[in-house]
């Protein structure tokens, strides 16, 4: 059973980074892209970064510049590096594999970021 596993959220000031892990475990292969949402209480959630295997990554405009989306295929993890933190980053974020066969969400993981 393929299982996505978020960490590294937390409480943190104005301005400051956290960096967000994803691990994924199971029977998980051919990863065409990886991905962090977030959705904030109220609001919709939204597509932050993207990588996509051997091509580009992509930023929401509200994060270009501050936050950084890596991901490993071999190990099946996926980071963002978050820096500059805002209290508007505030949201519950998951991490979201898209494969050739089905796409798998994380649990989500809390960032909480007080001014």
């Known amino acids: 059973q393929v299982q996505l596993v978020e960490s590294g959220g937390g409480v943190v000031q104005a301005g400051e980074s956290l960096t967000l892990s994803c691990a994924a475990s199971?029977?998980?292969?051919?990863?065409?892209?990886m991905r962090w949402y977030r959705q904030a209480p109220g609001k919709q959630r939204e597509l932050v970064a993207s990588?996509?295997?051997?091509?580009?990554?992509t930023y929401v405009d509200s994060v270009k510049g501050r936050f950084t989306i890596s991901g490993n295929v071999a190990k099946k993890m996926v980071y963002l590096q978050m820096s500059s933190l805002k209290p508007e980053d505030t949201a519950v974020y998951y991490c979201?594999?898209?494969?050739?066969?089905?796409?798998?969400w994380g649990q989500g993981t809390q960032v909480t970021v007080s001014s």
């Open positions: 979201y594999l898209r494969t050739m066969v089905q796409n798998y």
């Open positions: 199971g029977g998980i292969s051919s990863i065409r892209d």
């Open positions: 990588i996509t295997i051997g091509g580009p990554t």
